[in-house]
């Protein structure tokens, strides 16, 4: 690791956290950076380079940095996002950490806004979301100007806000949780900083890992519904040929989005120089790079049978078919039922081994006829929406027309088209099973249910109707018990239903999986003490 250059400032309000794993190709960002109105020592510029590269393009707003470390990792590597986190978070003296794309475009007034907010939210976590336009003729980059950014070519421009912001049936995917990421630095510290397990290397990872945690930790996820990122096109925005760690299908971390069901706030992999400072104590930077590290980045781990099974042993809780496995230390694993855990019951069982675990809850599930009439009409579900959601972008698209400028016609060979017809499959297989495990977990629990009258008042919350259909469902055949049930399909509608319960904490409400995975942050502090997540 080097340092090219460190940081002089002596207690700035904000510490800015820049990326790169030698792809980036213009560092514009920095250009606007220069222009904000919040003083310039008032905030302070950290860039991490995870390879060896020093940017010809980086050098020319050199002037712009306050520190630069280059982590020299082996090219053969895979990138590894959160450890860079990490990294930036141990330079910073900033009391407020901003994690933002370095190729994106802000306006003069986003540094204030970001301390604005703090000043008046302090317990908070902020997202700013980002304006996205296709249109090739800004690339190379080229300044074009914010109207024209909102302009033609936009794919997420609605009356003035983000397609994110404004259509709230599913914010988890619509809003872009990478654009801009801002948190207090004792907040990240407190939480361990970002989670440096192998799951996260390459492609699927992201700050809204800290963000779940924090949620976890009490602070309140909040989207600005006034300032924005502005992106512009460039090749090499998706993910195909990326390493990809476990994820929903839609390219959101399944490591991370059950951190919301164990409701832990501690990373599974902690960074040493981040646990000093955790706890108090003096941290290095020799700390920072673990010898681990740089084994789980190269490719021939990645690709081995043995990702899996050190991915198992360095979880320190696993979701596992509708049960919770805690790891304890030097004494076993804990297996409890996601209900149990939830109503603070003691564990069924304390096991030596991961794998006795695993296999005294295969012995509780006997649910396969159960688990495939889910699954099948998971995918029915999932290939109507497809077909809708393919529908309504046509109707889109002739309501206004696409700027010419983006059609750029591409010559893919017959190879390259039964490629990326496989990668579309394989992501469909992900989702669906993902939205699945979510249908599994409840129909389990639910079933303890029966052994457990005393319950029986309680009031399920689902998100859309494919899990309410199938839960009525098995209510009438009594494979489960018939309790009240409640289905939220935007996120306005679950908090103003929600409002509504608080008067009625004394019912326990059993949430799916899904449902809370999409709406998190919008059950308030006194409601999520009366819930439990399946």
Not at 252 to 260: G, P, Q, R, Y
Request: net charge positive; charged share 25%.
């Amino acid at each position: 690791m080097k340092i090219l250059k460190e940081s002089a400032r002596i207690k700035p309000k904000i510490s800015l956290v820049l990326l790169d794993w030698s792809v980036r190709e213009s560092f514009h960002f920095l250009h606007y950076l220069g222009e904000q109105t919040l003083p310039r020592d008032q905030f302070e510029v950290i860039f991490v380079e995870y390879y060896a590269t020093i940017s010809s393009e980086l050098k020319v707003f050199e002037h712009q940095l306050d520190s630069w470390v280059i982590l020299d990792m082996p090219v053969s590597s895979y990138y590894h996002k959160h450890l860079m986190y990490n990294v930036g978070l141990f330079y910073a003296k900033g009391d407020i950490i901003v994690i933002c794309d370095s190729d994106a475009m802000v306006k003069p007034g986003f540094l204030q806004t970001i301390v604005s907010h703090f000043e008046s939210h302090p317990s908070s976590v902020l997202h700013l979301d980002q304006f996205r336009n296709n249109r090739r003729d800004f690339y190379p980059f080229n300044y074009p100007s914010f109207e024209e950014v909102e302009g033609e070519g936009c794919i997420n421009y609605i009356k003035g806000k983000t397609e994110g912001l404004v259509l709230a049936d599913d914010p988890l995917h619509r809003r872009n949780y990478g654009a801009c990421f801002c948190a207090k630095r004792e907040d990240l510290i407190a939480i361990g900083g970002a989670d440096e397990h192998v799951d996260f290397v390459g492609y699927i990872c992201g700050p809204y890992d800290l963000t779940l945690r924090l949620i976890n930790l009490g602070r309140a996820e909040v989207w600005h519904e006034t300032e924005f990122l502005y992106h512009t096109w460039h090749p090499g925005q998706a993910g195909e040929n990326n390493y990809l760690g476990p994820h929903d299908g839609r390219h959101l971390s399944t490591t991370s989005l059950e951190m919301l069901v164990t409701r832990a706030t501690e990373p599974h992999v902690k960074n040493k120089a981040i646990a000093a400072l955790q706890r108090g104590d003096e941290a290095t930077e020799k700390e920072l790079i673990h010898s681990e590290t740089e084994q789980v980045t190269r490719p021939e781990f990645l690709t081995s049978a043995d990702v899996k099974v050190h991915a198992e042993n360095t979880y320190h809780t696993l979701v596992y078919k509708g049960f919770l496995i805690q790891k304890k230390q030097d004494q076993g694993y804990e297996v409890y039922s996601l209900l149990e855990k939830g109503l603070h019951l003691k564990a069924r069982n304390v096991l030596p081994s991961l794998a006795e675990a695993k296999k005294s809850v295969d012995f509780n599930v006997r649910t396969k006829v159960l688990t495939c009439f889910s699954l099948c009409l998971t995918y029915l579900y999932r290939i109507k929406k497809a077909l809708h959601n393919r529908k309504q972008k046509k109707q889109r698209e002739q309501a206004q027309p696409i700027y010419p400028s983006t059609e750029i016609p591409q010559k893919i060979t017959k190879r390259e088209m039964i490629k990326k017809m496989f990668y579309r499959v394989k992501q469909l297989r992900a989702e669906v099973y993902w939205l699945n495990a979510s249908t599994h977990s409840l129909i389990m629990n639910l079933r303890l249910l029966k052994k457990k009258p005393e319950f029986n008042h309680a009031q399920l919350l689902v998100h859309g109707r494919r899990e309410e259909v199938i839960m009525k469902f098995l209510f009438f055949l009594r494979i489960v018990p018939a309790i009240k049930i409640k289905r939220f399909d935007t996120f306005d509608e679950m908090r103003r239903i929600c409002a509504a319960q608080e008067e009625q904490v004394s019912i326990l409400f059993l949430v799916s999986r899904e449902l809370y995975f999409q709406f998190a942050s919008g059950f308030s502090q006194s409601l999520a003490k009366s819930l439990v997540v399946l």
